[in-house]
């Protein structure tokens, strides 16, 4: 079994949300926190060069990173990403596609798969691994679409390789309104579609059932809200409810109040995903990552520091991991035991 390896996405690097400090600084705050494998961010247009001096005087590599793609306009661009993915030292390249293709339709499955495909390849000729993540605003916030277009792609003979956000999902979970952006709603009702991780043949267990995901961005995030009051999109829309803190915030660090139980559900997929990982010696699980962001469906706006909440998070993985580990070590003790033949008198 593979080692899991532990990534910092680098919009977490920092304590106030949108004030970043220094590339170096980022490097310097995730490799000191003694907690992380690796940073996760692919090189920004025209800051290439600081990214991988920071990389190498840190020690800390880019395994991964991510971009969105609009299909028809940024198949050159997804090109470009993966290339440069492979001379940053990287090994894997998350695809965030959004829904509508450039000319304004909305794409098909097989309009998914074929970008797919184009990534894909791409990746196999110089050695990246990528991966298609359920996401709003993407293809994939339609959650019914996954295992449909997973399926699609293995029929064209190729494996398909998932990015699991949870957060994406239990963002819908108890919010009405957020089941209507995909038309989820009468499914959520009528049982057809369980958003609920506590509960039998939720979606998220039908995904890790299928042992195609890659990497696990692990976004602690709240059932029913509450939406971003402090941030707010260019054209006026508010933040949606896609990241809730971590740790109990401090005096006027947050704009609602906070309950520790309502990061039940995000921790109870870590438990299933890594438990899923333990269990299974071809597990195809090789990336965790914490992903406390800014930006306005997130933390943006926020008085929390992201960085102080990811390393919070970072730690309470590895703990769970090793909890689960010596779970599993017990239990394969107890049956070994139970199996023994008994010792001659």
Known sequence: MKRLLLGCNGRGAQHAPGSPPSIDEQFRMVKHSGVFDFFDRLPQPGQEAEYLRASEKH??????GLWTYTAGRDEALLLKNIQLTRNSGGECHNIMLFNQHADGHPLSDDEVVAFYRLAYEAGQRTGIDITFEVHIYMWSEDVRRVLAVARKVREAGMPFN????????LIKLESPQ????CDLRADVESGR???DPFEPDNIVDLWIAENMTLWHAVRPVAPGGPR?????HPDGRMGRACQYPFMRPRPGEWHSEWFAYKLEPTKEVVRKVLAAHLDNPDSRLRYVTTEIIDLPDYGDGARYSLFEHSVALAHWIRDTEAQLRDQRDRRDRQATAATAEPCAA
Do not use: G, K, R, Y
């Not at 020690?59 to 991964?64: K, Q």
């Open 193 to 195: 579609l369980i958003l």
């Open 59 to 64: 020690d800390l590599p880019m395994l991964t």
């Open 178 to 181: 957020e089941q209507d952006v």
């Open 228 to 232: 971003n009051l402090w941030a707010s």
């Open 162 to 169: 998932f990015l699991l956000d949870h957060s994406h999902v």
